[in-house]
């Protein structure tokens, strides 16, 4: 089905740990790139978005990384929170277009 | 400011029947699409709604209908269930007049058990 691929299913890393969650699309065409957090129970939530035309964009503790050449988008997150583990998702869409493709995520679990 | 609901939270049918899932979006927001979401995947696009008009379709046979109300709520109807079709719905509302109208905002989904 569509999915945006991601490398690793799962991710654990020590609280305090600095964290990659990495990704790949497929579709050339998207030009607008985002990444969901989801919890146990909840529905995805807004993290951090890209577009196209950045290669970094920067929020508070996440950076998101776009490598257009390879098709490859990562989610960095600074000092690991307990708080931060969840499902993480990244999506991409060709911007004003309607659907939003996700992948189909990894597991952060972060040691205390 | 009211995010997005849904309702029910949870629902149980056996298979054939039908079912309607109910979605009002988060205040301002005037687009609602829906996804459905399998165990240990990611949300799979089923359709969005804007202007109570379907926009766009995902992968879903016309089992799966929708619709969308002039106060921007939204009903997805799944007919003749199947028990693949067990899963997390869930609803996303956006706003086109935003300036940020990219970005989902989700609503907490309905489990639902074909049995």
């Known amino acids: 089905g569509e999915n945006v691929g991601l490398h690793l299913p799962t991710l654990s890393v020590q609280e305090g740990d600095n964290s990659i969650i990495n990704c790949a699309y497929s579709n050339s065409a998207s030009d607008y790139f985002i990444w969901y957090k989801q919890e146990s129970g909840k529905g995805p939530q807004f993290i951090i978005d890209i577009r196209s035309n950045m290669d970094k964009r920067q929020g508070q503790r996440v950076t998101v990384l776009l490598n257009k050449t390879v098709k490859h988008l990562s989610l960095q997150i600074a000092a690991t929170q307990p708080g931060d583990s969840a499902v993480y998702f990244c999506a991409e869409k060709i911007e004003r277009g309607f659907k939003t493709i996700f992948g189909a995520g990894t597991r952060l679990f972060v040691k205390a | 400011d009211a995010g997005v609901t849904q309702s029910p939270t949870h629902l149980i049918k056996t298979r054939g029947q039908q079912v309607t899932l109910r979605c009002s979006p988060k205040s301002g927001h005037d687009t609602v699409s829906w996804y459905q979401q399998a165990l240990g995947q990611g949300p799979q696009f089923i359709f969005q709604?804007?202007?109570?008009?379907?926009?766009q379709r995902g992968n879903f046979p016309d089992r799966f209908s929708g619709h969308q109300f002039p106060n921007y709520s939204s009903e997805l109807n799944v007919n003749a269930l199947l028990l693949g079709d067990s899963a997390l719905y869930l609803c996303?509302?956006?706003?086109?007049?935003?300036?940020?109208?990219?970005?989902?905002?989700f609503g907490s989904g309905t489990q639902l058990s074909v049995l």
């Open positions: 996303a509302s956006s706003s086109r007049l935003s300036s940020s109208n990219e970005k989902l905002f």
């Open positions: 709604y804007y202007e109570e008009e379907e926009r």
